[in-house]
């Protein structure tokens, strides 16, 4: 007697289009913040903890805690709706975005120049470099600027996001090397 093997090909179908649309780029981007909360800026942790994923393709979205402190996982706390990644499958294209709730976020990366805030901080959550920080200089400070005599300190190195994230470096090979191994578990 012949066994019916259709519905098992459909659920490996399925499991393969989840892995393509969602798995893969899920993991990929927990990695990649996961990431840049270790490499960032980290005073009281709220900029590590201020991370957003949103795949609002299939309504879910990773929150980081909000929280000073260590940083904590941003994780999608579930998987997607079947109906969702056929929609995505259907669209040909599944994008996730990473992003922060950090009002500061743009001194954070060195992208515009810093504006000190008065406050009254202990040591930060990070080890720390100390040097000189000039008016419209960024929060990093250029590695000229290093100096154990100076009134600034900084937590990431100068361009830290930058570096990190520019085509081809090592983001690149974080999100390639995440969806082998999602890829790898499947086979």
């Given at each position: 007697?012949?066994?019916?093997?259709?519905?098992?090909?459909?659920?490996k179908i399925?499991?393969v289009?989840?892995l393509?649309s969602?798995?893969?780029?899920s993991?990929?981007?927990e990695?990649?913040v996961k990431?840049?909360?270790?490499?960032?800026?980290?005073?009281?942790?709220?900029?590590?903890?201020?991370y957003v994923?949103?795949?609002?393709?299939?309504?879910?979205l990773?929150?980081g805690?909000?929280?000073?402190?260590?940083?904590t996982?941003?994780?999608f706390?579930?998987r997607?709706?079947k109906s969702?990644?056929h929609?995505?499958?259907?669209?040909?294209?599944s994008?996730?975005l990473?992003?922060?709730?950090?009002?500061?976020?743009e001194?954070a990366?060195?992208?515009?120049?810093?504006?000190?805030?008065?406050?009254?901080?202990?040591?930060?959550?990070?080890?720390f470099e100390?040097?000189?920080?000039n008016?419209g200089?960024?929060?990093?400070?250029n590695p000229?600027?290093?100096?154990?005599q100076g009134?600034n300190?900084q937590?990431?190195?100068?361009?830290?996001?930058?570096?990190?994230?520019q085509?081809?470096?090592?983001?690149q090979?974080?999100?390639?090397?995440?969806?082998?191994?999602?890829?790898?578990?499947?086979k």
């Amino acid at each position: 007697m012949a066994i019916n093997e259709i519905p098992k090909l459909i659920e490996k179908i399925n499991l393969v289009g989840e892995l393509v649309s969602y798995t893969a780029p899920s993991k990929a981007t927990e990695k990649v913040v996961k990431t840049l909360q270790a490499e960032g800026p980290r005073w009281t942790g709220l900029f590590s903890n201020s991370y957003v994923i949103n795949a609002e393709q299939y309504g879910l979205l990773a929150d980081g805690s909000q929280q000073q402190g260590n940083p904590t996982p941003v994780l999608f706390g579930r998987r997607p709706s079947k109906s969702s990644v056929h929609k995505v499958l259907a669209a040909g294209k599944s994008t996730f975005l990473i992003g922060t709730n950090a009002y500061y976020a743009e001194e954070a990366i060195d992208a515009i120049p810093y504006t000190p805030e008065p406050f009254n901080q202990p040591d930060p959550l990070k080890d720390f470099e100390v040097g000189v920080r000039n008016p419209g200089d960024t929060r990093g400070m250029n590695p000229a600027n290093l100096d154990p005599q100076g009134n600034n300190r900084q937590t990431a190195p100068l361009d830290w996001f930058s570096d990190y994230a520019q085509k081809g470096g090592r983001m690149q090979k974080e999100v390639e090397t995440t969806f082998k191994n999602v890829f790898n578990r499947f086979k």
